[in-house]
């Protein structure tokens, strides 16, 4: 039900004008959805239910995070934004944009190149027009199984990252061997191989690591368990990278 209502809203209403007015949309479907078995941590909602997607992840119905956003949102409140941070943010989720473009502890740089999300600048990864040891913190979610040369996109995130800084990357990952094809090149090949249209491989955890370390990078890789209440996946993997003096 929900899926079908969305589809039909993106075809009839303007992507900008969605954006712009989501969060009133949402507050309509409130009624439906409130409760006390679950609870967003992000907006805060009390709810009698997630909504589940075709592919099994929960969205909150009222700010329409996922549970990978969700995760993310209480890890860079434990860990890394109670000081003051010039933070780099790689298409963001709309739920956090909007949670942290008002924090005034932070100097907040989100970023979109194909202007999909909302953001205030649009960097392309494998270039990022901006000087060398720039940003304290770096969120790369699902962005690197996009970009065809991923090693230029290490190799300017080692770059912007300044010395003890700390990046967060997450991607879709597979068992095994990371999977790519460079003449995979249409969409319908893509979503076949890759699992989305504009995706050209599935990272392993493994391959993606090695990859990371080659650029310069001091990696650990943390694995996270469920939260049924905040909707928080099993075995969710975070790859935190850090960038050290020499």
Same mark, same amino acid.
């Given at each position: 039900? *929900?899926?079908?209502?969305?589809? %039909?809203?993106?075809?009839?209403?303007?992507?900008? &004008?969605?954006?712009?007015?989501?969060?009133?949309?949402?507050?309509?479907?409130?009624?439906?959805?409130?409760?006390?078995? *679950?609870?967003?941590? /992000?907006?805060?909602?009390?709810?009698?239910?997630?909504?589940?997607?075709?592919?099994?992840?929960?969205?909150?119905?009222?700010?329409? !995070?996922?549970?990978?956003?969700?995760? =993310? *949102?209480? /890890?860079?409140?434990?860990?890394?934004? @109670?000081?003051?941070?010039?933070?780099?943010?790689? !298409?963001?989720?709309?739920? %956090?944009?909007?949670?942290?473009?008002?924090?005034?502890?932070?100097?907040?740089? !989100?970023?979109?190149?194909?202007?999909? &999300? +909302?953001?205030?600048?649009?960097?392309?990864?494998?270039?990022?027009?901006?000087?060398?040891?720039? &940003?304290?913190? /770096?969120?790369?979610?699902?962005? +690197?199984?996009?970009?065809?040369?991923?090693?230029?996109?290490?190799?300017?995130? *080692?770059?912007?990252?300044?010395?003890?800084?700390?990046? +967060?990357?997450?991607?879709?990952?597979?068992?095994?061997?990371?999977?790519?094809?460079?003449? %995979?090149?249409?969409?319908?090949?893509? =979503?076949?191989?890759?699992?989305?249209?504009?995706?050209?491989?599935?990272?392993?955890?493994?391959?993606?690591?090695?990859?990371?370390?080659?650029?310069?990078? %001091?990696?650990?890789? @943390?694995?996270?368990?469920?939260?049924?209440?905040?909707? &928080?996946?099993?075995?969710?993997?975070?790859?935190?990278?850090?960038?050290?003096?020499?």
């Amino acid at each position: 039900m *929900y899926s079908i209502a969305k589809n %039909i809203t993106r075809k009839i209403l303007p992507q900008k &004008f969605l954006f712009e007015n989501e969060m009133l949309f949402r507050k309509l479907l409130y009624p439906l959805y409130k409760g006390s078995h *679950y609870e967003c941590n /992000i907006c805060h909602s009390k709810l009698k239910n997630f909504i589940t997607l075709e592919n099994g992840n929960l969205l909150c119905p009222i700010c329409g !995070s996922l549970p990978r956003s969700r995760r =993310l *949102y209480k /890890i860079l409140n434990d860990e890394y934004l @109670k000081d003051k941070v010039k933070f780099l943010d790689f !298409s963001p989720s709309r739920s %956090i944009f909007r949670k942290l473009k008002k924090r005034k502890n932070i100097q907040y740089f !989100s970023t979109d190149y194909e202007d999909e &999300f +909302l953001a205030d600048y649009h960097f392309d990864i494998t270039q990022i027009d901006t000087e060398s040891e720039t &940003f304290d913190l /770096i969120v790369c979610y699902h962005i +690197l199984e996009h970009i065809e040369g991923d090693h230029l996109a290490m190799s300017e995130l *080692y770059r912007v990252l300044k010395t003890d800084g700390s990046l +967060l990357i997450q991607t879709p990952f597979k068992d095994g061997h990371t999977y790519e094809d460079s003449t %995979i090149k249409t969409p319908e090949e893509r =979503l076949k191989h890759f699992g989305q249209e504009d995706h050209v491989r599935v990272y392993s955890v493994e391959n993606l690591v090695e990859r990371l370390e080659k650029a310069g990078f %001091i990696t650990q890789v @943390k694995t996270f368990t469920k939260d049924s209440y905040h909707g &928080f996946a099993e075995n969710e993997r975070v790859i935190i990278c850090k960038k050290e003096a020499f």
